[in-house]
């Protein structure tokens, strides 16, 4: 759908003026485990944004992490954000990067000042969609496809013990998932390669693998190390060196055989392109959470497009927005599965065999349970 038609369905739905604006901090609890090569976790925190119109509709948008970032990032939406945002019309979201953004400049171009954003834009598109009676992705143009591959990370976190690690991953095979991703960067990559080798025979030469560092080795230590991964057929090497570094993605990527996927900590779409530009870069995960919302996102894989490069999403948002992104674009690959906040949702995304089944309902499939609130608010 081009943008003059997106406009045409608006007009139609009629104005969408915010009369109130509120964000909900909830903490979920998950198993106490060391989840990657950076953090050990005991809970998952979601900031929500309810957006809501004279008219009484209602637009959720959400984003998530951990400890104090997300109790910081609350008040940067409560004072600086949401009070902004109540007289704005929904339908002219796309002002407030501008206004809300870039005015903002002095507090950074990255962090909070666009993370902020995320939430309630996402909201924004859920109330459009609603009011044009659509699901999202048919909002963005999409329909590329009624189902999305999706790959199990849930569980392969460097936490687990090698049995413990073995037995998930058939555990997931059992269950329909075709690929899962293995979480490495241990002090020793030995460790790494002994497991890795041991899900490779658990799962059979059929079913994809990929890895993750999570930013853990230095250049040095990337060039050493992940020629090995090319012995057990990795589907990628995620995230293997700090976030921003183009030159050292470009040399990395020159001299191994295994793809390179990264950019869910990329914060701007420049550096996605000067990471394409570099030969940096061979799958892009862009968060939507991490950029500021779904336009920047969808900027980032008609980037990617235009490379040749597939994308995969960030699985910050765990799923539930992650389906209409896979949906309305067609090098999308896959998504993360990551089912920790998947029953706060009224509509949580559907697996089967394999597959998360998009949804069709009308809006973003945001929404959060009122006893979800209840429960889990701090």
Known sequence: MTEKNCSDVFVNAGPL??????SYHLRVPVKALRVDSQSTLEAWDVL?????TESGLEGWGYQSGFGAAMEALKVFVDRALLPE????DARMHKNWWSELYLLRHHTGLNGPAVQGVSAPEVAAWDLMAKAAGMPLWMLLGGGYRQ???CYDTNSGWLGYSFNEL??????????????????IGSEDFSEDLHRLEAVRKAVGDKIIVATDVNNRWDLQTALRCAPALADFDIAWLEEPLYPFDIRGHAE?????????LHGENIYDPLMFRDMLDAGAMDIAQPSDMKLG??????????????AGKRVIPAGWTMMQIDQHLSAATSHCWMIEWIPWIRDIFEEPVQF???????????????????????RLMI
Request: net charge positive; aromatic share 4%.
């Open 252 to 260: 990395l990527g020159a001299v191994i055989d295994t793809p390179l």
């Open 85 to 88: 945002i109540i007289g704005q």
């Open 293 to 306: 919302g779904l336009l920047r996102w969808i900027e980032v894989a008609s980037l990617a497009g235009m």
């Open 147 to 149: 189902q999305v591959l």
């Open 166 to 183: 073995v037995e998930n991953v058939k555990r997931s095979v059992d269950k329909g998932f075709r690929g899962v991703k293995v979480k």
């Open 352 to 374: 089967e065999d394999g597959y998360i089944k998009i949804s069709t309902t009308p809006g973003a499939g945001t929404a959060i349970k009122p006893d979800a609130l209840k």
């Open 17 to 22: 003026q915010i009369s109130e604006a509120r």
């Open 48 to 52: 929500a944004v309810k957006l809501t």
